[in-house]
């Protein structure tokens, strides 16, 4: 199985600020990468597929990046409604593997 | 646009059959637009991908759980469903149905709610 490792585990950040997450796959995945925001009690939602393409009617301010085994999910300014849990995922192979989450809190 | 709702019972005895439906709207199973997925998160957790299926029948399951998987489709009802036998504690968690879209990287771009599945005598 590919393993999805993100970092970080969580952080602390503010309305406004430029927040980056990562994430590595444990061998080349090439752009099979998909990112997932998910709130409290609610199902994750698709932000970005194919590693850097916006779903339909998510905000600009999120864009994604790289290929191989490093990734990187940029939200350029944060807004209270991005509060939330991120996950990776790839589908270069089965099973489809996730990473273990982003967790962004209010400083 | 596609909806998806899960239904089943909350609370299964260790050892029994887990039986979860999702019931498809705003689109047919039959449609070959998409695999038809299962997820699950147990509590305070990450994304587990259990398995899917696409209209013709043919399915992909996580080997992890392979051996007590079944998904199936009923294009009568517009539904598909999962089953997963032998349940232990460990499957205790919220169930969630999605769409897998090919033309999106395989994403699951459409999920249900999700059900919470407790296993518990």
């Known amino acids: 199985d590919i393993q999805m490792t993100q970092s970080p585990s969580s952080l602390s950040a503010s309305v406004r600020d430029r927040v980056t997450i990562t994430c590595r796959a444990s061998?080349?995945?090439?752009?099979?990468l998909n990112w997932y925001q998910q709130k409290p009690g609610k199902a994750p939602k698709l932000l970005i597929y194919a590693a850097s393409t916006l779903q339909r009617g998510v905000p600009s301010r999120f864009s994604g990046s790289g290929s191989g085994t490093d990734f990187t999910l940029t939200i350029s300014s944060l807004q209270p409604e991005d509060f939330a849990t991120y996950y990776c995922?790839?589908?270069?192979?089965?099973?489809?593997?996730f990473g273990q989450g982003t967790k962004v809190e209010i400083k | 646009q596609v909806q998806l709702q899960e239904s089943g019972p909350g609370l299964v005895k260790p050892s029994e059959t887990l039986s979860l439906t999702c019931t498809v709207s705003?689109?047919?199973?039959?449609?070959?637009?998409?695999?038809w997925s299962w997820i699950r998160q147990p509590p305070g957790k990450g994304l587990d991908w259990i398995g899917y299926?696409?209209?013709?029948?043919?399915?992909n399951y996580n080997p992890s759980l392979k051996s007590r998987v079944t998904i199936s489709v009923d294009t009568s009802k517009n539904q598909f469903s999962l089953k997963l036998n032998s349940v232990t504690a460990a499957d205790t968690a919220v169930y969630y149905c999605?769409?897998?879209?090919?033309?999106?990287?395989?994403?699951?771009?459409?999920w249900g709610q999700g059900t919470m599945v407790t296993v518990s005598s």
């Open positions: 705003g689109g047919s199973v039959s449609s070959g637009s998409y695999y």
């Open positions: 999605a769409t897998l879209d090919p033309s999106s990287s395989d994403a699951f771009d459409i």
């Open positions: 299926i696409y209209y013709s029948g043919s399915t």
């Open positions: 061998q080349s995945i090439a752009n099979y």
């Open positions: 995922q790839q589908t270069y192979s089965s099973p489809r593997t």
